[in-house]
């Protein structure tokens, strides 16, 4: 397996790991699957600020993680929001800790110090919003922080979510070194992180 970055070229085989998601679970609250050509645009806007990453397998695309803004206001500069999906039959085999091991990473490079996801959440979980995605964050080293019920509707039942963060540096600095767009990155740098994950 090998974690590159993305390319627009992606973005239909992200297309279809995604509309698995949306059609089968909870785990996202979109009810339609975006299109390829909005994929294709997603993947362009991301980069030009934030690293979107695919895993690689045999030549086919088997998961994919992305930074996106936190909230849009300047002050959340050095905070992020994760996201990653794993093809359904490459779950389990260490698929997204490989891409979030490789997005955090370059993540520091940028002087990002928080990485935030959000994630669905129903007590107890069910078939649509099982506790994989919690657990999992977990043990990438995220602390549960914020818990917002019945937020979200989908399959006829009402949905919270969990949000969970990591710190990316400790301590957080004072006196935060600037932020680095994505594509202002040493190249070789982010090719030796991409290389060892």
């Known amino acids: 397996m090998t974690i590159r970055l993305a390319t627009p070229e992606d973005a ?12 089968n679970t909870a ?13 294709r645009t997603k ?23 992305y930074a996106s803004a936190f909230r849009p206001r300047a002050a959340y500069v050095h905070a992020i929001e994760t996201s990653v999906y794993v093809r359904q039959d490459f779950k389990g085999n260490g698929t997204g800790r ?10 520091h490079l940028q002087h990002v110090y928080t990485a935030n996801a959000c994630i669905s959440f ?14 999992f964050h977990e043990r990438m080293g995220y602390k549960l ?26 301590p957080i600095p004072n006196d935060p070194d600037p ?13 030796e992180i991409l290389a060892s994950a």
């Open 122 to 135: 129903i007590d107890p979980a069910d078939e649509y919003s099982p506790e994989t995605s919690r657990l």
């Open 145 to 170: 922080c914020a818990h917002i019920p019945n937020c979200g509707r989908k399959f006829d039942r009402w949905y919270g979510i969990i949000w969970m963060q990591k710190e990316l540096t400790s």
């Open 179 to 191: 932020f680095i767009p994505f594509p202002e990155l040493d190249p070789r740098e982010i090719a």
């Open 27 to 39: 785990i996202t609250f979109d009810i339609e699957p975006p299109t390829v050509e909005e994929l």
């Open 98 to 107: 490989k891409l979030y091991g490789a997005l955090e990473a370059i993540l």
């Open 43 to 65: 993947i362009e806007s991301i980069e030009e600020r934030y690293p979107f990453l695919v895993a690689e397998e045999d030549g086919a695309i088997v998961g994919y993680s």
């Open 12 to 23: 239909a085989a992200i297309c279809d790991i995604y509309s698995h998601y949306v059609r």
